[in-house]
Nanobody, 118 residues
């Protein structure tokens, strides 16, 4: 049973920074992709960034250059450093881990609120 717990959300002014953390527990296949998604009120959940166990990363165009995803495999933790935050970054941010082993495996955290406002 895999569990993901996000932390680090909060209220920040435009232009500010936040660092999100996601601590994983349970049995996670070594070849996997960990990532962050977000969902604003009335909007669909969208990809923010991913980090594969092979080191490859992807970013949504809207956050590229401002956000950085990283992971510590020993701690089973993935991070999202968010800089130059904008009001449109306001959303619930969800941690995710997925892999394929004869079928798709997909696990989600409960989310952490990020609010960017003056």
């Amino acid at each position: 049973q895999v569990q993901l717990v996000e932390s680090g959300g909060g209220l920040v002014q435009p232009g500010g920074s936040l660092r999100l953390s996601c601590a994983a527990s349970g049995s996670i296949f070594s070849i996997n992709i960990m990532g962050w998604y977000r969902q604003a009120p009335g909007k669909e959940r969208e990809l923010v960034a991913t980090h594969g166990s092979d080191g490859r990363t992807t970013y949504a165009g809207s956050v590229q250059g401002r956000f950085t995803i990283s992971r510590d495999n020993a701690k089973k933790t993935v991070y999202l450093q968010m800089n130059s935050l904008k009001p449109e970054d306001t959303a619930v941010y969800y941690c995710n881990v997925k892999w394929y082993l004869t079928r798709d495996y997909d696990f989600w955290g409960l989310g952490t609120q990020v609010t960017v406002s003056s």
